[in-house]
C-alpha cells in the first residue's frame, strides 16, 4: 500500500505489520454536554476503503456526517454503536463512562476485532477500561479511517437521540444544542430545572450560581 496516497491507514497498517488481522477503530461523542448519554462507535473498515470527506466528526458538515453514516454501515465489515446514561455518567464519572461505552461497542462488533485503536490518550477510568489489545491516539479521527469512521456513527448517533429528547422535551431546545453548555441550554434550565436526562453533576456549577 502507497502511505502517500492513504495516510489515513498508516495506523491501521502499522497494526498488520506486527501480526493483527481485524483491526477497528473506536471513538466516542458526547462526553462534555451536560445533558444525554455518551455515546461510542467501533468500526471495522474493508482494507483501504477511501470514502469521500471521511475526517473527524467535527470537521464534516451535519449533511456529509448523515452521508456518511449511512455509506461506513453499508461498506463495514462491522460496525456497532453503544451508549452510556446520565444516570451511570453521575453514578460512576465521565472518563469510566467513555471507557465503558467504548469496549460495549468494540464487544458488539461481529467478527469480533484482535486489535483496537481508540482516539484520544486515555484508556482507563476508575471504573472502567478498555479490555481489548489496543493502542491510544491523540487526535485519532484525523489520522485513521477507522476512528473517524467511528467518530461519524457516534455523533449521529448521539445527535439523533437528541433529536428524539428535543420532541419529548421541547422546553429545553435540545435540537438546538444538543444537551451542550451553551447560553441557551442555561437559560432553559434557569427556567425549567433539570429534566430526566441532564447529568446531575454536571450541574454542580449551575445548581451553586443558583444558590448564591
Known amino acids: 500500500m502507497d502511505k502517500k496516497n492513504l495516510p489515513m491507514w498508516e495506523l491501521e497498517e502499522s497494526a498488520r505489520e506486527r501480526g493483527f488481522t481485524l483491526i477497528c477503530g473506536c471513538d466516542e461523542a458526547g462526553a462534555g454536554p451536560l445533558a444525554g448519554p455518551v455515546y461510542a462507535g467501533a468500526v471495522i473498515l474493508p482494507w483501504g476503503l477511501e470514502l469521500p470527506y471521511l475526517n473527524d466528526s467535527k470537521q464534516v458538515t451535519p449533511k456529509r456526517r448523515e452521508l456518511l453514516f449511512d455509506q461506513i454501515r453499508e461498506q463495514a465489515v462491522a460496525w456497532s454503536v453503544a451508549s452510556v446514561s446520565p444516570e451511570e455518567i453521575d453514578a460512576t464519572d465521565i472518563l469510566s463512562a467513555r471507557m465503558k461505552a467504548m469496549q460495549l461497542a468494540i464487544d458488539q462488533l461481529s467478527p469480533a476485532p ?6 484520544g490518550n486515555r484508556d482507563k477510568g476508575k471504573h472502567f477500561a478498555i479490555s481489548t489489545p489496543h493502542e491510544t491516539v491523540v ?61 446531575l453533576t454536571f450541574l454542580k456549577k449551575w445548581e451553586a450560581a443558583r444558590h448564591e
Not at 114 to 119: N, Q
Request: no cysteine; aromatic share 12%.
Open 114 to 119: 484482535d486489535y483496537a485503536l481508540v482516539d
Open 139 to 199: 487526535k485519532g479521527d484525523g489520522r485513521s479511517a477507522s476512528i473517524a469512521a467511528a467518530s461519524i456513527l457516534a455523533k449521529v448517533s448521539r445527535d439523533r437521540y437528541m433529536e428524539e429528547m428535543a420532541e419529548k422535551y421541547p422546553q429545553y431546545r435540545f435540537s438546538q444544542h444538543k444537551g451542550y453548555g451553551t447560553k441557551l441550554h442555561y437559560q432553559m434550565l434557569d427556567q425549567y430545572g433539570p429534566s430526566p436526562i441532564h447529568r
